[in-house]
C-alpha cells in the first residue's frame, strides 16, 4: 500500500501510466493500423504496438519506435532454451547462471545437442504468455531467440539445430510474435552475437582466450570446433548477420533486435572491426525502418538504446533500460532457486529505481523446463499489476 501511494503522489509517473494504458487498449483493439501519408502519398503501415505514434511514424518511424520505447517503462524477459532443462545442474553440481550450464559444466557440443531430442516445450503459451505482461502493466516483450548455446527458438535454414527440429516441433518466435501484434505487444527478439559455443568458426578460446566465455574450457580439443587456418570468424559473422536477417524478415514488424555477448568481441579491441557490427546495425534498420538496435551497455556507442544488467551505475545519452531477473540470480530456470523469487515489493523497488533514472525495467522470468511460466512470478506479476493500474487511475 505505501508503494501505491508513492506512485499516486507522482504526477509525471501517473500520467505516463495512464497513457500507456490506454495505447496498449487501442493496440489491442487493432492489430495493425494505416495512416495516410497526406499529398497522395503511399499510406504507411504501422505496427500495432506503436498504435498512438501514427503521425510521427509517418515522417520518421524510427523517431517513433524510440518515443514508443522511452514511454514503455516496462517490459517482459524471457530465458529459455535448452539450458531450461538442465535447471542450472551439470552431473550434480550447480552451475550458475543457469543459462550457461554448457560453459560452466564443460559440456561436449554433441552431448549438449543431444537435450533437443528432450526440448517439448509443452507448456510454452504465447498467448498466456502476452496476457501475463499485459496484466503486469508491460508494454513488451523480449525472448532469447538463440542463446550462446546457438539453440534456436525459430526456424532457420542456416542450421538444424533449433526448436522446429526439437521435440517441440513448434517455432516458438513465430508464436510469440503472432500474439505480441494480436494484442499491441512490442517483440524485442534477444540474439547471441558475439558468443557462440556452438559455431565452428565462432570466437575461440586460442584468439579471445577462455577468459572472456567464448568457449567452454574443454579438456580436450572439441572435434566441432574450426581451429588454426581452418578457423574462419567472416563465416560466423555472415551467419549471423543470415539469421537476424530471418528474423527480421519471417516474423512481422519487431520491435528491437537486442544483442549479447559484448564481453568476447571486447577482449581484442583492435580486432573489433573483424565483427562488422556497424554493417550489421545499418542491416537491421535497411530491413525495418522502425527497428531499435541495442547492445548491452554499448559495443560501439551507435545504438539506439543500452541495456544494462541490474546495479549499473553509469550515464547514458540515449533511452535506458535496465534488466534484472525475478530469480534470485539466474535468468534462465534454475531449480535451486525455485524459491526466493521476487515479490511484489520488489518489483515495485526496481520499477521506482529504474523509472527514477529515465529508463525502462526489463524485467526476466525464466520458464520452466516445460516452458511453463513459475507460479511465484506469475503471481507477483499480477499483483504489479494491480498495483499499477491502481496507481494509474489515483
Not at 566465455?213 to 563465416?235: C, I, M, N, T, V
Amino acid at each position: 500500500m505505501k508503494k501505491e501511494n508513492a506512485l499516486k503522489s507522482n504526477p509525471s509517473r501517473r500520467d505516463v501510466l495512464k497513457s500507456g494504458l490506454a495505447l496498449a487498449g487501442a493496440s489491442a483493439l487493432a492489430p495493425f493500423s494505416f495512416m495516410g501519408c497526406g499529398g497522395g502519398k503511399k499510406a504507411a503501415r504501422v505496427p500495432s504496438y506503436l498504435s498512438g505514434y501514427e503521425d510521427l511514424y509517418v515522417t520518421d518511424p524510427r523517431q517513433a519506435a524510440l518515443k514508443c520505447f522511452a514511454d514503455s517503462k516496462f517490459g517482459l524477459f524471457l530465458h529459455y532454451g535448452l539450458y531450461s532443462l538442465k535447471e542450472g545442474f551439470h552431473q550434480g553440481q550447480h552451475s550458475r547462471p543457469a543459462e550457461w550450464v554448457m560453459l560452466r559444466g564443460k559440456i561436449p557440443v554433441a552431448e549438449y545437442a543431444e537435450l533437443a531430442d528432450a526440448f517439448a516445450a509443452e507448456k510454452f503459451d504465447a498467448d498466456y504468455i502476452t496476457d501475463m505482461a499485459l496484466g503486469a502493466g508491460m508494454k513488451y516483450v523480449n525472448i532469447t531467440t538463440r542463446h550462446h548455446d546457438s539453440f534456436c527458438l525459430f526456424e532457420s535454414k542456416y542450421t538444424d539445430f533449433h526448436s522446429v527440429n526439437s521435440a517441440a516441433k513448434r517455432d516458438l518466435v513465430g508464436e510469440l510474435s503472432e500474439q505480441c501484434q494480436k494484442k499491441g505487444l512490442g517483440l524485442h527478439l534477444y540474439y547471441s552475437h558475439g558468443r557462440d559455443w556452438r559455431h565452428p568458426h565462432a570466437p575461440n578460446n586460442e584468439e579471445w582466450t577462455a577468459a572472456s566465455s567464448a568457449r567452454p574450457d574443454y579438456e580436450e580439443r572439441e572435434p566441432f570446433y574450426k581451429y588454426g587456418e581452418e578457423h574462419d570468424l567472416q563465416l560466423y559473422v555472415e551467419f549471423m548477420k543470415n539469421q537476424v536477417t530471418e528474423l527480421l524478415t519471417n516474423y512481422g514488424p519487431i520491435a528491437s533486435i537486442w544483442l549479447d555477448g559484448i564481453r568476447t568481441p571486447k577482449t581484442l579491441p583492435e580486432r573489433l572491426h573483424e565483427f562488422r557490427t556497424q554493417e550489421l546495425y545499418d542491416h537491421i534498420h535497411s530491413l525495418q525502418p522502425q527497428v531499435l538496435v541495442a547492445y548491452k551497455q554499448g559495443l560501439l556507442g551507435t545504438e539506439d538504446f543500452i541495456a544494462p544488467e541490474r546495479h549499473w551505475k553509469g550515464e547514458s545519452s540515449v533511452p535506458l533500460e535496465i534488466c534484472d531477473t525475478l530469480q534470485p540470480y539466474s535468468w534462465g530456470y534454475d531449480r535451486s532457486a525455485h524459491e526466493g523469487h521476487k515479490t511484489p515489493d520488489q518489483v515495485m523497488a526496481l520499477l521506482d529505481a529504474a523509472w527514477a533514472r529515465g529508463g525502462n525495467l526489463l524485467l526476466n522470468t525464466g520458464p520452466l523446463p516445460d516452458g511453463s511460466i513459475h507460479p511465484d512470478d506469475a503471481r507477483t506479476l499480477s499483483e504489479v499489476g494491480k498495483r499499477l493500474g491502481l496507481a494509474s487511475a489515483g
